[in-house]
């Protein structure tokens, strides 16, 4: 299941780092929700977890209010298996990112699963 006609495709797995700062910082929910497969989960900041999209979506929207300006991180290598791709940013403020995308039927990729703060 692709992410609909509203937003570009992830044509490579690292296109969702750059798009997920890119809707962050213009504070846009639809958009980043596009980004997930539809089962997806997203780690929250206090341990908890969104599953699905309707979790992902609540989780944006109380996010994006209070957020600062993002910045891309430095993208590490991406590894890739078939249709699973494992990816990982270092941001700015020394946060290390993990996550999970798979290619869909359409050759695009979306993610499964998005841990935004794995180690500090």
Known sequence: MGNGDAY??????EDLS?????R????D????????????VLALADG???????QIRAAYEQMVGGLPV?????????L???????MSSRLRNGTVTAEVARR????????ILDQPMIAR
């Open 18 to 22: 750059r798009f997920v700062v890119e």
């Open 29 to 40: 929910v639809d958009g980043l929700v596009a980004l997930y497969e539809p089962d997806a």
């Open 8 to 13: 570009p495709p992830a044509k490579r797995p």
């Open 24 to 27: 962050l910082n213009a504070s």
């Open 104 to 111: 869909q039927a359409d050759g695009t990729w979306l993610w």
């Open 48 to 54: 908890s977890m969104a599953v699905g999209a309707s």
């Open 70 to 78: 993002m910045e891309p991180g430095e993208q590490q290598p991406t």
């Open 80 to 86: 890739v298996s078939s249709e699973l791709a494992l």
